[in-house]
């Protein structure tokens, strides 16, 4: 017997990000053309917190909690390098040395096992492409407002003792977050 869909669980490992820079341009995508987009290893979901304010009043005996401002912690984006892959590179160098615009809005999209394709299988040569939305709809969108690069490690550290595979990684601030979800 199949479980009700509010049951499912969100896979982690089925996701996809987008950003995009006013007046265009993607500086998640790799600048050599023969990428059209970049896929990611890992990137942390936005988060908010509340930190707890104490307030005691001059005849209380206890203190009182209230919320205080809420904060964001900061995306970490991880991917393997490939040639050519220097879109976070360059968004932090226009965010650090130019006037252009530099902030974007950048979406995470995760996706979850129903919405995929009818007849699809890992070993089907049906692609999935998150550009045609016949193909592969997302479950899950979590939208960060204006945000800005503020770390790039343009590439993993270097080391001739091991085969690993070099990991670069971005660091991006924001200011806010939406999640919106589809049901069908």
Known sequence: MARPANEDLFHSFRFHAKALLPGGGDPLVPTNSNFTEAGFSSITTPEYSL???????????????????????????????????????????R????????????????????GLPTGWTPASDIPLKVQDPATLSPRREYT???????????????DASTADVSVAEADVAYEYFTIEDFTS
């Open 51 to 93: 930190e707890a304010v104490e307030y005691r009043e001059g005849n209380s005996i206890f203190t009182q909690k209230y919320p205080g401002l809420p904060t964001t912690a900061d995306l970490t984006f991880s991917r393997g390098v490939v040639l050519g892959d220097t879109g976070m590179y360059q968004w932090l160098i």
């Open 144 to 158: 960060v407002k204006e945000a800005f690069p503020i770390r790039v490690k343009p590439a993993g550290d270097l």
């Open 95 to 114: 965010t650090i040395a130019t006037g252009e615009p530099y902030r974007a809005d950048v979406t995470i999209y995760q996706f979850h096992r129903a």
